[in-house]
């Protein structure tokens, strides 16, 4: 069977913002479609894209009263931004007050991506607590917006606070928001959490960084403690973890202006030295 390519076509503009791109076509049977978000050939999806599109097409098969809480993810091929990519999520589980439910990302029959994500009824008056308090840095109203790849990351505003600890190439700690509004749910909140989330890499920190080439992503995880909106300052802080094996595994917590710990992440990257 030959399978279609599909692109876009010469009038269908590119999506500027995280929020056009959080908007999935409803297919039959708990499928979804993302649209492509280039018009310019082929280049590689941004990890934290794909990983926001799977967490939203999720979130549109649970009960209203369910939030996202944590997101484990492996991502298996570079994704084209040329081109479409099909979502298809699996019901795993609805329980009393937890749902659990897996995603498929394909592009042409191909799998690219794969998510487990669990969503669970908010519990009033638990206990609260927080182990490690936001790190002592300057306010994103005293930096200037630092400039990434605007193709790769849409309307994502970046400020970079001084940072003690050295690092190469990406900040490892950072201002992040996004600029236009999302929409008033949760659960879409979640998705810009975990888009921004992958952005830079605790491996910065890392010994011989500055001998590795890129760092493609192997696994991501993301567990979101507290609600916090992306369209606000949220500051993320990296920490290379361990290098072996031809891998690099490093750590992150992610705060809210108020310095509330709104999430923590975990990612294991390719970290080898080129071979001549």
Request: proline content about 7%; charged content about 25%.
């Amino acid at each position: 069977m030959t399978r279609t390519r599909e692109v876009f076509d010469g009038n269908q503009a590119a999506p500027t913002a995280v929020a056009d791109v959080l908007h999935l076509k409803t297919l039959p049977h708990d499928r979804f479609r993302a649209d492509p978000v280039s018009t310019t050939g082929r280049r590689t999806i941004y990890g934290g894209q794909v990983a926001a599109q799977s967490l939203r097409a999720a979130s549109l098969t649970v009960a209203d009263d369910r939030v996202a809480h944590s997101v484990h993810a492996y991502f298996l091929a570079a994704g084209d931004a040329s081109r479409p990519v099909d979502l298809a999520v699996e019901r795993d589980r609805d329980g009393g007050r937890y749902s659990s439910r897996r995603v498929v990302a394909s592009q042409d029959g191909s799998v690219i991506f794969t998510m487990s994500c669990s969503f669970a009824r908010p519990s009033d008056g638990a206990p609260e607590y927080q182990a490690v308090p936001m790190p002592g840095v300057r306010p994103p109203a005293e930096l200037q917006t630092h400039h990434l790849n605007a193709a790769r990351t849409f309307d994502l505003e970046v400020r970079v606070p001084d940072d003690p600890e050295p690092w190469y190439r990406w900040p490892a700690r950072l201002w992040l928001r996004i600029r236009e509004p999302l929409d008033d749910d949760p659960n879409v909140r979640a998705c810009g959490l975990v888009f921004l989330s992958d952005l830079c890499t605790g491996l910065s920190r890392a010994p011989q960084i500055e001998q590795v080439g890129l760092l493609p992503s192997v696994d991501h995880a993301v567990w979101l403690h507290r609600g916090a909106d992306p369209n606000r300052w949220l500051l993320i802080d990296l920490h290379a973890l361990s290098t072996s094996g031809g891998r690099g595994v490093y750590t992150g917590r992610i705060f809210d202006e108020g310095g509330s710990l709104a999430a923590s992440l975990a990612q294991e990257s390719l970290f080898d030295l080129p071979r001549h």
